[in-house]
């Protein structure tokens, strides 16, 4: 009777926290004991839900924690072998009315006597805000990334620009510098020029 007041109490101080106790037993693919509160988030009962039928309505799973990385199939099979001792996934699911939300999955696995795991206990809770905020910011953050890769881009026309226009100042000064060295060269050649043909004028 002690043992299951605390039990109760765990149950309750979890609910508290916007959270579902769950308690899995692999050998009967099936939840021992399941919160009440798993039905305001998938819209299925605690009575309805199963593993299997969590799989189900289960879209997309991102494995965190130890198993990060990995598919959930391969973290499943490795977990249940003993390799891992905890489990942490994210999970986006088809509710019964058809809405997508998300939930995280937390536990802990149950070892029989011979240190093999029978079972699970965890809670899940629904994390969707926390979702959509993370999707806005990965939104925002490519936005800036890319405003960012086009002002890179802007930036480096506008310095070939200034390369070019450098370039043209530079060639406009070095043609006029040479200019004003012919001049006088071009002027001497016009007065010998000058001086010639005056010079055939008188012997004519």
């Known amino acids: 009777e002690e043992l299951s007041s605390i039990h109760d109490l765990y149950r309750r101080a979890i609910a508290a926290a916007d959270a579902v106790p769950y308690q899995q037993e692999y050998a009967t693919d099936s939840f021992v004991f399941m919160g009440e509160s798993i039905e305001q988030i998938t ?13 189900e309505i289960s879209l997309e799973t991102i494995m965190r924690g130890e198993t990060e990385g990995l598919s959930e199939e391969e973290a499943i099979r490795r977990t249940r072998l003993g ?9 986006r699911i088809l509710t019964r009315s058809g809405e997508e939300r998300w939930i995280a999955d937390a536990s802990v696995e149950i070892y029989d006597e011979q240190g093999i795991p029978s079972g699970s206990i965890g809670i899940m809770m629904d994390i969707t805000d926390r979702k959509q905020v993370e999707m806005e910011l990965q939104e925002s953050n490519n936005r800036l990334a890319e405003a960012l890769r086009e002002l890179q881009h802007t930036q ?12 043209g100042t530079m060639a406009s000064g070095i043609a006029h510098d040479f200019n004003n060295m012919l001049a006088p060269i071009l002027g001497l050649q016009s007065y010998f020029f000058y001086a010639q043909n005056i010079s055939l004028a008188r012997k004519k």
């Open 156 to 167: 480096q026309q506008l310095i070939q620009q200034e390369r070019l226009r450098a370039v």
């Open 83 to 91: 390799e891992f001792h905890q489990w942490r996934c994210d999970s």
């Open 43 to 55: 819209g299925y009962s605690a009575t309805e839900m199963t593993p299997k039928l969590l799989d």
